[in-house]
Each structure stands twice: as structure tokens, then as C-alpha cells.
């Protein structure tokens, strides 16, 4: 049910932001650098380090702040499971998941908690995300997942609208706010699927939460890196087989009409992949210039 807030009742101090990394050098410097620098701020940084080799974790000893966390993990572990280890210890109203080498915006962070706050029926709030080539630094397009569809959706529509058109609509992690219940209440995560992991979760909560809403803002919440070697570069080529397998097990139980979307999305993920190659050979080629 709706309540009046006043923003001011809003602090950050109930959100923490979660960095799950390995290797993250040298971008987790600046990420967390720029976003300590803001710890007055009153939010928390729980940072998942797993047993990196490239001077993250000695870096990372060298940071002392009071609303910083450090957990290291004793030896690698998956991706999912480093991302669940840093989701499962928040203790805070509001969850922000970051990957190392990526930035977003505490205006909007701060927005989108106001948002979920004066209206407690939305569990997510996301936003635009700038795609910047990591090597080149070229920003590349301004994304959009939900992109003609803004404002609030309800979780089934929003489940049914990535059946039927093949996409991500909320888009990366780092461009979403979430409550920390709707996101603790999917874990863990999952990469039996690598290039799907935020997909496959986002669907699990929109199962889970079919009549709350999830919220599409138009404004800028996250600068989204394209980086050689990243989970979104290797598994690029895999990216049709892992949706059509993500939306088989997703889809089970939802019923006849969703099975139908489910089909019309497949082929709207062959067109997709075929555009998404032809830009990351544009990637490629800038990079080896």
C-alpha cells in the first residue's frame, strides 16, 4: 500500500552496494575510489573478493573506511557463488550489486529508494546504462533494456515481455536497485548459464512476485563497461542456446501462453545475436587499432 515519505527520511545509510570480484585490477581501483570518496554519504560497500592474483586483494587492504566490508573467500569459487556470498551478508533495506569495473550513480540510487519507499508494491527500480568500450574508452550507446516501456510493470508482464521478446529488459546488475528481500529470496545465483546469470535471476524473482511491480526510469543509473575476457565477451558466442535452455527451465508451470512467447522470443534472440556479433566485431576492431 502507498504511504506519503518525506525524501529526507531517505538516506543512503539503507543501501549497501555489493562488488563481487576477481582480478578486477586496474578498474576496481577508480570504482571504489570514486565511490568511497562519497561514504559520507552514509551508504555500506560489501566487497566479495575471490582469491585474486593480480594485486585486487592488496589493493584492497591498503582501504580503510568504516562503511567498507571485506570478504575474502579462501580459495575461487564460482561466479555465482561470489556474488550470493556478498547478497546474503546485507543487512541494509536496499541492495546495489556493482561488477569491478563498472559505475553508477548515487542521484539515482538515492531516487530509487525514494521511489520504493512512497510506493512499497515496487521491489526494483531500473535504470539507462551508458556502454563504454573498457579498452578504448569510446562510449558506445545509451541502453535501455525496457526501451519503448517505461514507468511502473507488473513482475508477470515484465516476466512475459522477456519471454516475448528475447531481451533483458532490466539490463546489467549495476543499472538496478533492488529490495533486499525480493533479491535475497532468489539466491542463489546461478551460472550454469554464465551469460544469462542476471536474466535467470530476474526471472526467478518475477515468478516469485508476480503482482508487485518493477519500476523503468528514463534517467542514467550506470556506466556498463565492455571489457575483454569478461563474462559478456566470452560467452557472447553462446548467447542463443543459453537463453532458449534459461527460458525452457524458467518456463515451467507458467503455462500455455508463455510457452507461446517463449517461441516467438527465441527468434527474436537469433536476430539479436546476430546484430550483438556484428558489434563486438566493431569492438574487436577498434581495440586492435
Known amino acids: 500500500m502507498a504511504k506519503s515519505f518525506d525524501c529526507n527520511l531517505a538516506p543512503l545509510s539503507s543501501l549497501t552496494i555489493v562488488?563481487?570480484?576477481?582480478?578486477?585490477m586496474p578498474f576496481i581501483e577508480n570504482?571504489?575510489?570514486?565511490?568511497l570518496r562519497e561514504s559520507h554519504q552514509g551508504f555500506r560497500v560489501i566487497v566479495s573478493e575471490d582469491s585474486s592474483t593480480d594485486g585486487t586483494k592488496q589493493f584492497l587492504q591498503t582501504l580503510k573506511y568504516n562503511c567498507l566490508k571485506i570478504?575474502?573467500?579462501?580459495s575461487k569459487i564460482s561466479l555465482s557463488e561470489n556474488w550470493t556470498l556478498g547478497i546474503i551478508d546485507v543487512r541494509t533495506k536496499y541492495v546495489k550489486l556493482l561488477c569491478a569495473d563498472d559505475n553508477f550513480s548515487l542521484t539515482f540510487a538515492l531516487?530509487?529508494?525514494?521511489?520504493?519507499?512512497?510506493?512499497?508494491?515496487?521491489i526494483a527500480v531500473s535504470g539507462q546504462s551508458e556502454v563504454v568500450?573498457?579498452?578504448?574508452?569510446?562510449?558506445?550507446?545509451?541502453?535501455s533494456g525496457a526501451w519503448p516501456f517505461f514507468g511502473k510493470m507488473k513482475c508477470l508482464n515484465a516476466y512475459r515481455?522477456?519471454?516475448?521478446i528475447g531481451r533483458n529488459i532490466l539490463g546489467a546488475p549495476s543499472a538496478v536497485v533492488f529490495r533486499t528481500e525480493s533479491l535475497k529470496e532468489v539466491m542463489p545465483w546461478d551460472d550454469k548459464y554464465p551469460y544469462m546469470i542476471d536474466v535467470a535471476t530476474y526471472l526467478e524473482i518475477f515468478k516469485k512476485n508476480p503482482s508487485k511491480e518493477i519500476y523503468f526510469s528514463r534517467k542514467v543509473s550506470s556506466l556498463f563497461r565492455l571489457t575483454p575476457g569478461?563474462?559478456?565477451d566470452v560467452n557472447r558466442g553462446s548467447h542463443s542456446s543459453q537463453w532458449n535452455s534459461v527460458v525452457r527451465e524458467k518456463s515451467k508451470n507458467m503455462g500455455r501462453y508463455t510457452r507461446i512467447l517463449s517461441l516467438q522470443g527465441s527468434l527474436f534472440v537469433r536476430v539479436y545475436g546476430i546484430l550483438r556479433e556484428r558489434a563486438f566485431r566493431r569492438?574487436?576492431?577498434d581495440v586492435a587499432l
Open 71 to 74: 570478504i575474502e573467500t579462501k
Open 133 to 143: 568500450n573498457a579498452v578504448t574508452g569510446k562510449k558506445l550507446r545509451l541502453r
Open 161 to 164: 515481455l522477456i519471454m516475448a
Open 31 to 35: 570504482t571504489l575510489r570514486d565511490l
Open 230 to 232: 569478461s563474462v559478456t
Open 283 to 285: 569492438i574487436d576492431k
Open 19 to 24: 562488488i563481487p570480484v576477481h582480478n578486477g
Open 111 to 122: 531516487e530509487a529508494i525514494n521511489l520504493m519507499e512512497i510506493d512499497e508494491n515496487v
